[in-house]
């Protein structure tokens, strides 16, 4: 399963190979083709000896292949980087690779222009790749392994209640796969029209839909000052972040699911109120109303949905504008999106409990159940929610900790820890949206990239290798 994946993995760089043969990058074309093949041919070998073998998978099994899978990938993705000598160091280049798959777009690179076309492109690419989940890629081609399939998607799949579209998952994996293509598509045409080449239409779009970040400029969309290019990217980043189930119900024509759905009527008004509320912050800097909204529903969109771009430094925003953008850390996109964070869905049910603790207040002898979707879920997801949030501020406290023992601000540090669990990208201080993370000694890379690994697969996937249990029979 490992060897095909990181095979299918390999056929994507004929992407970034083109490209580097159409721009004359000769010397960035072994960088890629030579680990291409190695693992193409492995896969071939160990596809062939073991094709009569019926795949079927326990939940610990899913576990391990999911992890392990992300963690191959992300070694893969960054050999490139070594060979070709854009990143030499072996941290810097794993920490870049983690960061394009986990979309998270967080950079140890301060001049990325430099870098050759088709190693931007496949920073970018890696962001596409990993944004509706490489393993239900992988799923979505190889129906083979049907058995067992689901417990992989599970296993990779953000939310906290899994599901199917359709009865196969591997019918479901390819209908969103299919549908994630399509958008990029038309992003690309109208990113194109919008005044970018193709590459750089074709890569911020891979970053957008991905929910990542990667830029092929310095600046990020800032550079283009273009307000056509800043509102088909904010449309765009607000699309990824809904649950991509939602898209495939409306082309079903089950316009009542959508409607009735609580996490889009939340993650709709959580970026209608943020814009409002930045907005009046950022008026004065700007040349009018239509320029701040633009801006403020930019960084909000860019924020929420943990995409990272940035079309102003919001580090010298006024400390009110600061504050609505680290509360929009905390909360992230949708529930079966491309985006990170706690995800919408999780804030929703704990509000509604809230609600249900005060009515409990007035009636005591009530009984009160929670609402999603106009239907009444389970209780015990309160209790799935909670713990959940609960593992997932620890992991960040970890991680402001250790960023915090190598000499960084106390905002920095929380900022660039919320930045990492929550694939989001840029934070605030040192980590600001203009700023990079090669500052950062090996050693906490090394955890960030855990990190971010860690936040993707909605921690438990990951820490459940730390738990002695998991080891025992």
Known sequence: MIFLLLAIISVTFILPIGTAAYYGETEVIPAFAFPGAVCIAAAAVFFIAGRKQRVSLTARDAFIVVAASWV???ILGAVPFVLSGTIPRIADAVFESVSGFTTTGATILSDIESLPVSVNLWR????????????ALTVALLPLLGVGGFQLIK?????PEKGKVTPKIATTAKILWFIYAGFTVIQTVLLKLAGMTWTDALAHTFSTLGTGGFSTKNQSIAYYQSASVEWICTIFMILAGVNFSLYYYAILGKFD?????????????IIGVSTAAITPFILAGSDSVGDAVRTAAFQVASIISTTGYSSADFNLWLPGAQLVIVL????????????????????????????NEVRKMLHPHGVFSIRLNGRSGRKDVVFSVAAFLFLYLLLVFITAYIAALDGTDVLSAVTASLAMVGN???GLGKVGPVA???????????????AMIAGRLELYTMLIFFMPSFWKK
């Open 72 to 74: 191959f990938a992300s």
């Open 124 to 135: 970018c690419q890696m962001h596409w790749l990993g944004g509706m989940g490489i393993v």
């Open 155 to 159: 296993a990779e799949t953000t939310g």
């Open 257 to 269: 699911d959508i409607r009735h759905n609580s996490e889009l009527k939340a993650y709709l008004a």
């Open 328 to 355: 929009l850390m905390f909360i992230g996109g949708c529930s079966g999106s491309t985006g990170g964070g706690v995800k919408v869905v999780r804030w929703v049910i704990l509000s509604k409990q809230m609600s």
């Open 424 to 426: 989001i990208g840029p």
């Open 436 to 450: 990079n993370y090669g500052f950062f000694a090996d050693g906490v890379k090394w955890w960030f990239s855990f």
